[in-house]
Antibody, heavy 120, light 106 residues
Framework: QVQLQESGPGLVKPSQTLSLTCTVS??????????WSWIRQPAGKGLEWIGR???????NYNPSLKSRVTISVDTSKNQFSLKLSSVTAADTAVYYC????????????WGQGTLVTVSS | SYELTQPLSVSVALGQTARITCGGN??????VHWYQQKPGQAPVLVIY???KRPSGIPERFSGSNSGNTATLTISGAQAGDEADYYC?????????FGGGTKLTVL
């Protein structure tokens, strides 16, 4: 059973860079036909896709966040990461990592989510 | 950019059928996925590729997609089905989520 777990600081100061890591267990991040995504959800609001990465390193980002987002992968550690620069209070949200399936193109496994608050 | 429109809320009597819609321009030409999210929990995939159920999802969950509307149907709604539901598609190599629908089981 694949499991995903987000980790990183729960509090980030405005204008700084938010950094999160998703650790994948129960299988190799490189095996199978999958892509790995970050999705966020402000309190009381809907889901917002941030971007995805393949283990080849190829990425796609939400156009509204593209200028501030970098997603990377470390296959040796079975992890992928998110960096979001120049954060503001509007970036306060629960951040989820998720696995996408290249056959059905749906997110079949999700992490439990981690709350990141942007505040001084 | 592509947009998906969902009703903010849907109510259904216990044991009756709930239908949650997801509107989008020619959405029938896309694969639609549906997620259930209960308070404080991560979303769970309940329908993929318009009408397929992942392993472990009850048969009372079904989906359809045609024209400009996709529909998630919950037959014989149970109290445990009360949750937020999100539709999702891919458009131009980006993911689009609907705004979400809160399902209340009365």
């Amino acid at each position: 059973q694949v499991q995903l777990q987000e980790s990183g600081p729960g509090l980030v100061k405005p204008s700084q860079t938010l950094s999160l890591t998703c650790t994948v267990s129960g299988g190799s991040i490189s095996s199978g036909s999958y892509y790995w995504s970050w999705i966020r959800q402000p309190a009381g609001k809907g889901l917002e896709w941030i971007g995805r990465i393949y283990t080849s390193g190829s990425t796609n980002y939400n156009p509204s966040l593209k200028s501030r987002v970098t997603i990377s992968v470390d296959t040796s550690k079975n992890q992928f990461s998110l960096k979001l620069s120049s954060v503001t209070a509007a970036d306060t949200a629960v951040y989820y990592c998720a696995r996408g399936d290249q056959i059905n193109w749906a997110f079949d496994y999700w992490g439990q989510g981690t709350l990141v608050t942007v505040s001084s | 950019s592509y947009e998906l429109t969902q009703p903010l809320s849907v109510s259904v009597a216990l044991g009756q059928t709930a239908r949650i819609t997801c509107g989008g321009n020619n959405i029938g030409s896309k694969n639609v996925h549906w997620y259930q999210q209960k308070p404080g929990q991560a979303p769970v995939l309940v329908i993929y590729r318009d009408s397929k159920r992942p392993s472990g999802i009850p048969e009372r969950f079904s989906g359809s997609n045609s024209g400009n509307t996709a529909t998630l149907t919950i037959s014989g709604a149970q109290a445990g089905d009360e949750a937020d539901y999100y539709c999702q598609v891919w458009d131009s190599s980006t993911v689009v989520f609907g705004g979400g629908t809160k399902l209340t089981v009365l």
